[in-house]
């Protein structure tokens, strides 16, 4: 199998770049952000609990987001390998991770990174709150995002760095000199 986690700051374009690697590689995207809105869209309870966090600009529990991630994984066993989109975003969580995969005989194949510089991403991210919709994607809550991202998910990559999995990608350019330098990281593997 091949399992990618892709990683960035909020605003980094991993959403784009999974829609372009699943074309191609025939993996099955979880993105938990898609996962919670559709959660709140639908008015579940999780919704209505996770709406109030996400719109501050905070994480979500781990226990949440990792039995989420469980039963994507569960509900997908014929799946030739997973892109992970915002998931993992603490340690706790990418422990979770390593021990879900390992439950089934696999385990991540590497890490991408999508390297962005803040200026470019606020600016990024406030445009796309004039069409997205997202109600976190306003000035405020963007910079709320950047600190949990600063204080809680930046250690996620050291913890691939320490597997030798972890690949860094400059996330500006357009979007096809993005994809391949994405692409040249996972011809490693396929
Ligand atoms: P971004 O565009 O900031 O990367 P996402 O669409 O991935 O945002 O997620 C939006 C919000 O959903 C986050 O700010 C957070 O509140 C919640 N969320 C998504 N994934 C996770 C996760 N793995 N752990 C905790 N909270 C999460």
Do not use: W
Request: net charge negative; charged share 25%; aromatic share 8%.
């Amino acid at each position: 199998m091949l399992n990618l986690v892709l990683f960035g700051p909020p605003g980094a374009g991993k959403g784009t770049q999974s829609e372009y690697i699943i074309g191609d590689y025939k993996l099955v995207h979880l993105s938990t952000g898609n996962i919670l809105r559709a959660e709140v869209e639908a008015g579940t309870e999780l919704g209505k609990y996770a709406k109030q966090i996400m719109d501050e600009g905070k994480l979500v529990p781990d226990e949440v987001v990792i039995q989420m991630i469980s039963n994507k994984i569960d509900a997908n066993p014929q799946a030739q390998g997973f892109i992970f989109d915002g998931f993992p975003r603490t340690t706790p969580q990418a422990q979770a991770l390593d021990e879900l995969l390992s439950n089934k005989s696999t385990a991540i194949t590497c890490m991408v990174s999508l390297d962005v510089p803040e200026d470019e991403l606020v600016s990024r991210l406030v445009k796309r709150g004039e069409t997205s919709g997202r109600a976190d994607d306003n000035e405020g809550t963007v910079r709320k995002r950047f600190k949990e991202y600063t204080e809680k998910t930046l250690p996620v990559a050291t913890y691939y760095q320490a597997q030798n999995k972890l690949f860094s990608v400059d996330g500006v350019g357009s979007l096809d000199e993005i994809y391949g330098r994405i692409k040249s990281v996972l011809s490693r593997y396929v």
